[in-house]
């Protein structure tokens, strides 16, 4: 593993592992560990792919001896902010595993001047938000995990999907621009999107127009959908639903994954557009900053 060794796990021969590479099956077996004793059904988002610098050691890794009791992921799409994940096993808490891990990922993000944290913490993770709050973290947002179920009331969409590709990304970025505005979205992103192989983008056609964006990526058994959204003067004329509809059938004709998205708790429009249309609330994330 290609990584540095630094931090002590207090009672054990512990170390603090950093690296660029995912080592997701001992991961997912302590997450399902954790779970089977906390009676909770925590997930990770993994998407090392997408950081904007190839280099970060996005991976941090708590071993006593040879046992992984502690994980950290680091996704930063951009340079203005980055967004951490962690699970510890329960047997191992309250021995600083988690501020050891908080520590190094510090350490990797100054060196690329990233300094702008969220911290993601599950709704129902009691003693994970009580961390928080006493390492003097607080609530900026929350997001509700949303999955499909099979809905009759999707309408027929009569434009088209087309796929983003390089010769055609200028006017995804132009879109996106119009939809999220410069501050908002990163457009590090793009890139890395159209080099994955499980990440699809959209331009929403009515005709020979582009009136919005959209994206979707599979992520183990589920595909996430991101990234919606019309532009500005096509707005208030029915086509977000349609957009909707047209990419839960694009998905659906490729997959047969579980077809998921996320959305502010406080963005009462969207929300509203997604239950109407077969969405139900999986989880509540919270992001405290």
Excluded: W
């Excluded at 006017?171 to 699809?200: C, H, M, Q, T, W």
């Excluded at 009136?211 to 058994?221: F, H, K, R, T, W």
Aim: net charge neutral; hydrophobic share 35%.
């Amino acid at each position: 593993m290609d990584g540095i060794v630094s931090g002590q796990v207090k009672g054990g021969e512990g170390m603090i592992k950093k690296t660029t590479d995912y080592l997701e099956a001992i991961v997912m077996d302590l997450l399902r560990e954790t779970n089977k004793i906390c009676k909770m059904s925590l997930s990770l988002e993994v998407a090392n792919e997408l950081n904007y610098k190839k280099e970060i050691k996005a991976n941090v890794y708590a071993y006593d001896k040879e046992r992984l009791i502690g994980y950290l992921n680091i996704f930063a799409p951009s340079k203005d902010a980055a967004e951490i994940q962690c699970v510890v096993h329960p047997k191992y808490r309250k021995m600083h595993v988690f501020t050891e891990l908080l520590t190094e990922a510090r350490r990797e993000l100054e060196a690329f001047k990233i300094y702008e944290l969220l911290l993601v913490c599950d709704e129902h993770s009691s003693e994970g938000k009580a961390v928080l709050s006493r390492l003097g973290y607080r609530l900026n947002h929350s997001e509700y995990q949303m999955a499909y179920t099979p809905c009759e009331s999707l309408e027929s969409y009569p434009g088209v999907l087309e796929p983003v590709t390089e010769e055609n990304v200028k006017r995804y970025v132009k879109g996106a621009k119009d939809v999220f505005g410069s501050r908002d979205f990163p457009y590090e992103l793009i890139d890395n999107f159209l080099k994955s192989e499980n990440r699809y983008l959209y331009l929403v056609k009515m005709g020979t127009k582009d009136i919005g964006i959209a994206s979707y990526s599979l992520e183990g058994e589920k595909a996430v959908i991101s990234g919606l959204g019309i532009l500005k003067k096509h707005r208030g004329m029915g086509y977000a639903k349609g957009m909707l509809s047209a990419l839960i059938k694009e998905i659906r004709s490729a997959c047969d994954a579980q077809v998921t998205l996320e959305v502010d708790s406080s963005n009462e429009e969207a929300f509203g557009l997604y239950t109407k249309y077969g969405f139900k609330i999986m989880n509540q994330i919270n992001y405290y900053q």
